[in-house]
């Protein structure tokens, strides 16, 4: 089963979500890591998710023009 660089990205970022939900939670009701190292943690993770976001509209776009490219729509 071949999964492509796109499906693989994006399940990176439901990953993070998942992650960054669970710390959330747990921090709300058991209070297990200082609140500072807390928002540290969870701002990582929204940083590499917009660092994945990015990465996966760059291929798209490169992606997009090479078919037009391909198609001779474009020189």
Request: hydrophobic fraction near 65%.
């Given at each position: 089963?071949?999964?492509?660089?796109?499906?693989?990205?994006v399940?990176?970022?439901?990953?993070?979500?998942?992650?960054?939900?669970?710390?959330?939670?747990?921090?709300?009701?058991?209070?297990?890591?200082?609140?500072?190292?807390?928002?540290?943690?969870l701002?990582t993770?929204?940083?590499?998710?917009?660092?994945?976001?990015?990465?996966?509209?760059?291929?798209?776009?490169?992606?997009?023009?090479?078919?037009?490219?391909?198609?001779?729509?474009?020189?």
């Amino acid at each position: 089963m071949s999964i492509s660089k796109n499906t693989l990205l994006v399940r990176m970022i439901v990953g993070l979500v998942v992650i960054a939900a669970a710390l959330l939670l747990v921090q709300l009701w058991f209070e297990s890591i200082s609140w500072i190292f807390f928002w540290k943690i969870l701002t990582t993770v929204v940083i590499l998710g917009v660092v994945i976001s990015f990465i996966i509209a760059v291929m798209a776009d490169f992606s997009g023009e090479k078919s037009m490219k391909d198609d001779k729509y474009l020189d």
